[in-house]
């Protein structure tokens, strides 16, 4: 991305995969190679995140299994937070716990309240490889967190417990999308 271009202007739009496909359950890998793939990735991820008007969108939610992600994502001052970060680890989730609805381009249509900490850390690398570190803070560090889980293969449905993973499942199967 060069500096002052649009995030995603030159992507292209790839399907996404939803809750079922195996990609969206794999562990990533790390990213080795810092090429020109990876910058296509990256613009890619921003596209197909702004066609499906979403927040947040990790690599193996396009089916790559690499451990990439971009956010365009607000906190709870409204102020916004963009970027990618390449080969992420979340070092820090910590604050007080906020059940808050929490939904996924993987899961379209649904959400159900789900616990997370108010605020998150994320350390990892930018396309060109040099250190970056995010900090988040409410809905942004629920985004933060939320990336993150998708890049080790889990959704925010695998942190419901009791009626609120019984409702959001039977929702699941019920949903058009549902393969």
Do not use: K
Not at 75 to 94: F, M, T, Y
Not at 155 to 176: K, P
């Amino acid at each position: 991305m060069r500096h002052g271009s649009i995030p995603g202007a030159r992507g292209r739009v790839r399907p996404l995969t939803l809750l079922g496909d195996a990609p969206l359950r794999e562990q990533c890998r790390e990213v080795t190679d810092f090429g020109s793939d990876l910058a296509v990735l990256v613009e890619d991820l921003f596209a197909t995140m702004y066609a499906a008007r979403g927040v947040g969108l990790a690599a193996n939610q396009i089916g790559v299994p690499l451990r990439v992600f971009v956010y365009d994502c607000p906190d709870d001052e409204d102020v916004r937070h963009l970027g990618h970060v390449v080969n992420p680890r979340l070092v820090d989730a910590d604050g007080v716990v906020i059940r808050g609805p929490e939904g996924c381009l993987s899961l379209p249509g649904l959400e159900a309240g789900t616990e997370r900490y108010d605020h998150a850390v994320v350390e990892g690398v930018t396309m060109t490889g040099e250190p970056v570190t995010v900090h988040g803070t409410g809905f942004f560090a629920r985004c933060l967190q939320h990336e993150c889980d998708h890049l080790d293969g889990t959704v925010y449905a695998d942190h419901l417990r009791g009626w609120r993973r019984r409702r959001l499942l039977r929702q699941v199967g019920r949903a058009s999308w549902r393969r």
